[in-house]
């Protein structure tokens, strides 16, 4: 018994140890996309920044911790500070770092709705679980809701909303002279949208706001996405394909009286794309199946 403890207590430390060793080898990889424009990725949503004279204009920011290693990568671009800090849509993997950067003075700006949700506990049904309000110090200072402009660092920086896509307060940004668009989570490159009906999100807002990106961008554009790898508008014209794809099989359960439960377990309507690896991550074949089934059930 004795030597049992002792061995579960080395696997307990062993563990902790390991857990700990992880979060700390999160390191801050920067790819240059132009000549202005970079993506970070760390841990969480993929982060954009526009350098030049005016300073740093930042989408996203990760999480809390992971705010010293972020500022020190953005210093190893530029002695400029971030001015303006955009949250494409409330979670925390996008907004973690808010207060934190609020401090190191950005103005942090997002769709009215972020500012609203972040403001108070949000209950996610499909998972069971709340997110606490957050600190008044994390929650944009400026709102909009519907488009805003910034003009900064020599170019135009168009920022739209677009409706009840994965949430109800998604923005994407276009840098118009650099020809980069981050869609924030509206895009998971190569895998399964999460889309959050707790939060506003759903399957026909999400297939419109590719519809929107696409008539915004061109051949040349470089897309950061909200996860993943660069992308281009021929991925997200694919992309769509496959939304628009699932979207009709489902509707077709739907009108042949299909339950939930039946719609969720028949594979045959993502099997296409579950044999293309799009669902080999944390939202699977059978999760998209359901979300679209409860999404678009009522329009039936």
Same mark, same amino acid.
């Not at 519907?146 to 003009?151: A, I, L, N």
């Not at 660092?153 to 980069?180: C, L, P, Q, R």
């Not at 706001?209 to 008539?215: E, M, P, Q, Y």
């Given at each position: 018994m004795k030597f049992l403890k002792t061995t579960l207590s080395l696997i307990f430390l062993c563990s902790v140890s390991i857990g700990f060793a992880q979060k700390k080898e999160v390191q801050i990889k920067v790819t240059k996309v132009t000549d202005h424009v970079y993506m970070l990725v760390g841990q969480g949503g993929n982060i954009a920044i526009s350098v030049g004279?005016?300073?740093?204009?930042?989408?996203?920011?990760?999480?809390?911790?992971? !705010?010293?290693?972020?500022?020190?990568?953005?210093?190893?671009?530029?002695?400029?500070?971030?001015?303006?800090?955009?949250? !494409?849509?409330?979670?925390?993997?996008?907004?973690?770092?808010?207060?934190?950067?609020?401090k190191e003075g950005a103005v942090i700006v997002a769709h009215e709705n972020v500012r609203k949700r972040m403001s108070m506990d949000q209950f996610n049904k499909e998972r069971n679980k709340t997110k606490k309000a957050s600190p008044k110090e994390a929650l944009p200072i400026i709102t909009f809701s519907?488009?805003?402009?910034?003009?900064f660092?020599?170019?135009?920086?168009?920022?739209?909303?677009?409706?009840?896509?994965?949430?109800?307060?998604?923005?994407?940004?276009?840098?118009?002279?650099?020809?980069?668009l981050h869609t924030g989570d509206a895009y998971f490159q190569g895998?399964?949208?999460?889309?959050?009906?707790?939060?506003?999100?759903?399957?026909?807002?999400?297939?419109?706001?590719?519809?929107?990106?696409?008539?915004?961008?061109n051949d040349d554009t470089k897309i950061i996405p909200g996860h993943r790898n660069i992308s281009n508008k021929a991925e997200l014209q694919s992309y769509l394909e496959m939304l628009e794809s699932i979207e009709k099989n489902v509707m077709a359960e739907i009108?042949?009286?299909?339950?939930?439960?039946?719609? !969720?377990?028949? !594979?045959?309507?993502?099997?296409?794309?579950?044999d293309l690896g799009y669902g080999d991550w944390f939202i699977s074949g059978e999760v998209l199946r359901k979300t679209f089934y409860r999404s678009l059930q009522n329009i039936n």
């Open positions: 004279e005016d300073g740093v204009f930042m989408i996203d920011d990760q999480f809390a911790h992971l !705010t010293p290693k972020i500022l020190k990568a953005i210093q190893e671009i530029t002695d400029q500070p971030v001015e303006f800090l955009i949250n !494409t849509h409330w979670h925390g993997d996008h907004t973690g770092g808010n207060e934190n950067m609020q519907k488009d805003v402009s910034f003009f660092n020599n170019e135009s920086i168009f920022i739209f909303h677009v409706h009840e896509a994965h949430t109800d307060g998604d923005a994407m940004v276009y840098f118009t002279e650099s020809n980069v895998k399964y949208p999460y889309i959050d009906l707790s939060s506003g999100g759903s399957a026909q807002g999400y297939i419109a706001a590719i519809k929107k990106a696409l008539l915004v961008i009108k042949a009286g299909k339950t939930e439960e039946e719609v !969720t377990k028949n !594979t045959a309507i993502t099997k296409k794309y579950d």
